[in-house]
């Protein structure tokens, strides 16, 4: 197993970001967590979770800015980044082009100059989808024109860098994008109390299509797992050129694997 001292999760103290900490602590026990995220870590945490927060380095901070993103890299050592921080759904344009496009760029680009190895980014299903079925896509599934919307079109945007980014015969830094599609599990702020307002407005009488439509979710803990793997490949002298330069689906295998 590849040895990962130091690890600096962007968005941290998400939804994902939380699960991340806690996949990190359990499967890679030696590894140094740091966090850097626009908003504090929680005090508290539910029973799901079995680190302690006083005990994750912390770094308060705006993705966007280069001087922040620079003081966090350079202080915690970090062998590797994983930037999972997007604002939510349902935001204007202008934020996810700041955020996703232009944070996403700056991260990258402090990155590289830091001499970081390894870089993995969670993107989303949402970057192939236009609202018309995916029916047994693969990755080769090409990009639509048009995307879905504001938040997917700069996903898809920040993706592309990523792998573009990607320079392991050169400077040696690393990618990978790993895509999700819906996300569920213990500290979601999207789904279930998306539905619960639907619900407690009333607006549980309207259908989309045949009503057969499926969709994919993906359990939380897996989706962390994931990124856990991930990091750990980028860094395996061994395994890396199976993974770097990529973009990943993840899902669920049956069954949901709860750690
Ligand atoms: P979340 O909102 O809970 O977490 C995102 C984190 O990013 C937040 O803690 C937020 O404070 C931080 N952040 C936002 N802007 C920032 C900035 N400028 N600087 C520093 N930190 C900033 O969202 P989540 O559901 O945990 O999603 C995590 C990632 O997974 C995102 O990249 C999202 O696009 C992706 N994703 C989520 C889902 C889902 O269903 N939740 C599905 C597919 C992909």
New binding site residues.
């Given amino acids: 197993m590849p040895q990962l001292n130091s690890v600096l999760l962007?968005?941290g103290?998400?939804?994902?970001?939380l699960h991340l900490i806690q996949q990190f602590h359990v499967h890679s026990p030696h590894t140094k967590i740091t966090v850097?995220?626009?908003?504090p870590l929680p005090s508290k945490l539910s029973k799901f979770f079995t680190f302690d927060p006083r005990e994750i380095a912390f770094f308060q901070?705006?993705?966007?800015l280069a001087q922040d993103v620079s003081k966090a890299i350079r202080q915690s050592q970090c062998d590797a980044i994983v930037h999972?921080?997007?604002?939510?759904h349902g935001m204007a344009q202008a934020i996810y082009e700041k955020?996703n496009v232009e944070?996403t760029f700056n991260l990258l680009k402090v990155a590289k100059e830091e001499g970081i190895g390894a870089f993995v980014y969670?993107s989303?299903?949402?970057v192939i989808f236009n609202g018309q079925d995916v029916v047994n896509a693969d990755e080769s599934w090409p990009y639509p024109e048009v995307h879905m919307d504001g938040y997917n079109e700069t996903?898809a945007t920040a993706e592309t860098a990523v792998m573009k980014a990607n320079d392991p015969a050169g400077s040696g830094f690393r990618t990978v994008c790993l895509r999700?599609?819906?996300?569920f599990g213990p500290g979601d702020?999207?789904?279930v109390p998306g539905l619960k307002a639907s619900a407690e407005l009333g607006q549980s009488k309207y259908q989309l299509g045949d009503n057969k439509n499926l969709f994919d979710w993906t359990y939380v803990g897996n989706v962390a797992d994931a990124h856990v793997l991930a990091a750990q490949k980028l860094l395996d002298e061994e395994a890396r050129d199976e993974v770097c330069g990529e973009t990943f689906f993840i899902t669920n295998d049956a069954p949901t694997y709860f750690w």
């Fill in positions: 962007v968005g103290s998400g939804f994902l970001g850097f995220d626009i908003r901070g705006d993705l966007t999972s921080a997007s604002p939510m955020v944070g969670t989303s299903a949402g996903k999700p599609a819906g996300i702020r999207q789904l």
